[in-house]
């Protein structure tokens, strides 16, 4: 499976999401759907225009997800069960493909990976083949009371109550495990190198295919430890410790590039290495080759601004070359990664309401979909900033947004789903 590339001082690319599902139907459109319970109402193929407007019925919709497969969403079926469905919904019409049932929680893990592979919060099921609801081999797990999982290609490392394992996406079958007496949280991954962390223990990174000890990072001053670790694909680790020292390593060898005390208040878990936190952390931007604090900016929390990764992490919004950062909650700012200044910022949010999430980045890069209060936007980006191109009023409080070729999907007030073309 193909790992897509980079993130730099300021920009992020792709990588794999995780997620549960046992799927009931599939093919073409789902014979099962209830039309009392999901509606779908068609619109136009206009610019700018609906396409298509679903509404959950006496369900809720809470996260969404473009695949090449069609849109999938996570919700709950209805208020009585809190029974949780994942769907596949085509993106021309939101007629569905398939439903699977599912957990009545959002996962704070799902997604697909490259190979189509949609999985999602309680591993104890089975992935699912995104394009037909198909369940694969079920990987086999106990129910420890705590444990982790971690993308590595078609490898999902977990780690249980006192084990280290992993396991494969396509098979179900135990590739490797090793006994674990270190209460390790949970990692980063670049490639194939997962690199563990502990409040005591020293940094270890594991090739996440052979279950092989790769390095165990010993350069930490005395008495200092790792409070947050974060991936530099697609070489590098950084690792920010308590007493303030960012320490930028190599992913396979543990070589230490740079290691710097930053002249800068920086909270604890959050900031540099796109963790978020609560509010008043700092914005900040790192230089990857010497560790150097080039710029910061106060920032509100990181939740809304950017986008939510596996294991909890937030990495940053990037699109044209520019980071696009809700600065206060309600005004969409582009910011240049490697300097920190302001590139424009979109004031059509200002009066709006706050933002309740990332914006979304459609396939070519450059065009990016922000939503604050009810407002939605399509934006252009460019060397001197951001270009409106259409504007429209979602039906509640956007609460999840993504976007592909065809345009972008909202969620409104967790009832409503909206497809708007391009």
Sequence with gaps: MSRRAALTAGSAAFVGLFGYAVAQGGGADDPDEDPDAWKVAGGTAAPGAIRW???????????????????????????????????LRTASTGRRRWAAETSGEVPDDWGVTDDGLLLAGDIGLA?????????????????????WYAPAGTVMVIRDTDVLRAVSLTTGTELWRRKQSTEWRRPAVVGDALLLTDEFARPTCVDAREGEELWTYRELGEGDT???????PPDRFALLTEKGMLHIVEARSGDRTAARAPKAEIARGATALAR???AGLLLTGFGLDDARLIWSMPALGLDACWTRRPGGVHVPVVAGGLLL???????????????GRSR?????????GTAQCPPAVAPDGATVYAAAGRAC?????????LTETHTRTAPAPVTALTADTRGWYA???RKTVIAVNG
């Design 53 to 87: 407007r679903l509404s959950a019925g006496a369900g809720r919709v809470d996260a969404l997800l473009t695949t090449p497969a069609g849109l999938v969403l996570h919700g709950l079926e209805g208020t009585l069960t809190g029974t949780g469905s994942t769907q």
């Design 127 to 147: 992935p699912t083949a995104t394009s037909t609801g198909k369940t694969l081999p079920k990987v086999a797990t106990p129910e420890p009371t705590q444990q």
């Design 226 to 232: 790792v409070t947050a670790v974060g991936a530099l």
């Design 276 to 278: 978020t936190g609560t």
């Design 325 to 339: 950062h809700w600065k206060d909650g309600r005004t969409l700012t582009a910011l240049d990664p490697r300097t």
């Design 344 to 352: 424009g910022r979109a004031k059509q949010f200002e009066d709006t």
């Design 377 to 385: 936007a399509a934006l252009r980006t460019t060397a001197k900033g």
């Design 411 to 413: 969620c409104a007030g």
